[in-house]
C-alpha cells in the first residue's frame, strides 16, 4: 500500500509538471551590431482543436523575456487578429530570469499575428529574446498551436 501511495504520488507530480512545460517557446535576436535601429520579428501562430480533447481554442497568451546583453532598448511583444490587438507586454528588466507581464487576446481559433518589437536607442547592437507562447481553451486548457517565422529583423 505504502509504494503504491508513492506510486500515485509520482505521477501526480509528473502530470503537474507536463501540464507546465505546454507553452510553446522561441529564441531571436533583433537588430543589428551596427545600429541601435528599432526591429520587429512577426510570428503567425495558428490556434486549432487538436482533437486531444483540450476542446476548441478560445485564446493565446504571450510573454517575452529580453536576454543578454543588456543595453538600452527595450523588448516588447503584441498579438493582433481580426483587426485587434492586445496592450505591448515589455519585459521591463534587461537580462534577467523573468519574462515581461502576460499579454492576451480572446478571439477563437485561427491564426494570430504576434510582434516582438526591440525598441530605437543610441545603444548599438543585437538584442536576444526568449517568446513564450500557447493557446487555450475557454476553460483555460492547452490547445493546438503551430508557429512559422513571417519576418525575421
Keep these: 500500500m505504502k509504494n503504491f501511495f508513492k506510486s500515485v504520488m509520482l505521477i501526480m507530480g509528473l502530470m503537474t509538471v507536463a501540464d507546465c512545460?505546454?507553452?510553446?517557446?522561441?529564441?531571436?535576436?533583433?537588430?543589428?551590431?551596427?545600429?541601435?535601429?528599432?526591429?520587429?520579428?512577426?510570428?503567425?501562430?495558428?490556434?486549432?482543436?487538436?482533437?486531444?480533447?483540450?476542446?476548441?481554442?478560445?485564446?493565446?497568451?504571450?510573454?517575452?523575456?529580453?536576454?543578454?546583453?543588456?543595453?538600452a532598448s527595450e523588448i516588447s511583444v503584441q498579438i493582433i487578429k481580426s483587426g485587434l490587438a492586445s496592450v505591448p507586454s515589455i519585459d521591463k528588466v534587461d537580462a534577467d530570469a523573468g519574462y515581461s507581464p502576460a499579454a492576451s487576446l480572446t478571439k477563437g481559433a485561427g491564426d494570430y499575428t504576434v510582434l516582438v518589437n526591440k525598441s530605437a536607442t543610441t545603444a548599438k547592437g543585437?538584442?536576444?529574446?526568449?517568446?513564450?507562447?500557447?493557446?487555450?481553451?475557454?476553460?483555460?486548457?492547452h490547445t493546438g498551436t503551430e508557429w512559422t517565422m513571417t519576418q525575421n529583423q
Design 126 to 141: 543585437l538584442e536576444n529574446y526568449a517568446l513564450e507562447f500557447h493557446c487555450q481553451s475557454a476553460s483555460g486548457v
Design 21 to 71: 512545460v505546454l507553452a510553446h517557446s522561441q529564441t531571436g535576436s533583433l537588430g543589428k551590431k551596427t545600429t541601435g535601429a528599432a526591429a520587429t520579428d512577426v510570428y503567425l501562430i495558428n490556434c486549432f482543436d487538436d482533437e486531444s480533447g483540450a476542446g476548441i481554442p478560445n485564446k493565446i497568451f504571450v510573454h517575452v523575456k529580453d536576454n543578454a546583453p543588456k543595453l
